[in-house]
């Protein structure tokens, strides 16, 4: 991954930080329509999951798996690069440096549910959808990245049909960092959000992260409280 640069124009970086933000928190208080109060839902469904090496600090899946952090969902697994077998499962792709929050991981688990196990090639972090847009300038990349996670619109809609026909899908909600956690502060820092992966997220010294937690939080906040700003 090249070093990403701030280029593009303040005011329209911010509207898709903001947007992004806004659209992770649609999905965390995404509630299947026929999920009533009380009704737990069946498992998760397969998924196989790749560890890709990070361009960065060359964390791999030997680093994921050393740090002990599970897999959000128990019928997901870990499948290595040349493994075979798992051709009709879909897939997820992450760096070794970085794992999701379950809730996060909501709407690939309906996505899957609702339109069969191969509605893509595969869905991926947007830390790994940086590292097929090297050299871009980072604005320029997250409004590549906030078109990929497009695929969201659907599963929030309901329907039964019109999953967007594409080889991948971003998945759209921050990661946290791979930490082997052996003080509280390295604890502390893996629990800590990185809107765009491990990496990227400090781009202009963290700033652009810091206003994306915000806005995620006030964005919550407001939809708890009734003053919805997303579907719920």
């Known amino acids: 991954m090249t070093t990403l640069t701030t280029t593009t124009e303040e005011p329209a970086l911010g509207t898709v930080v903001d947007r992004m933000a806004r659209r992770e928190v649609a999905a965390h208080f995404l509630i ?14 397969p998924m196989a999951v790749r560890i890709r090496t990070c361009p960065v600090c060359r964390a791999d899946s030997g680093t994921f798996r050393a740090s002990g952090i599970p897999l ?18 879909p897939t997820m792709t992450l760096l ?25 090639s595969g869905f991926r972090s947007r830390a790994v959808a940086l590292t097929e847009l090297p050299g871009w300038p980072f604005g320029a990349a997250l409004a590549e990245i906030d078109q990929q996670e497009d695929w969201l619109d659907v599963v929030l809609a309901g329907t039964a049909d019109g999953f967007p026909a594409r080889t991948a899908c971003t998945v759209p909600a921050a990661s946290r960092p791979v930490s082997p956690a052996v003080t509280w502060g390295a604890y502390r820092d ?16 963290g700033r652009w992260n810091a206003r994306y937690l915000e806005i995620r939080r006030t964005t919550a906040a407001q939809t708890l409280r009734g ?6």
């Open 32 to 45: 299947p329509a026929d999920q009533p109060p009380g009704v737990i839902r069946p498992p998760a469904p």
């Open 227 to 232: 003053y919805a700003t997303c579907p719920a």
């Open 96 to 120: 070794g440096c970085e794992w999701f929050a379950p809730r996060a991981l909501l709407p690939v688990a309906l996505a899957i549910e609702r339109f069969g196990p191969v509605v893509a």
């Open 190 to 205: 893996s629990l800590t959000a990185r809107f765009a992966g491990p990496h990227a997220s400090d781009t202009d010294d």
């Open 72 to 89: 959000p969902f128990a019928e997901w697994r870990i499948v290595d690069a040349d493994e075979t077998g798992a051709g009709d499962l």
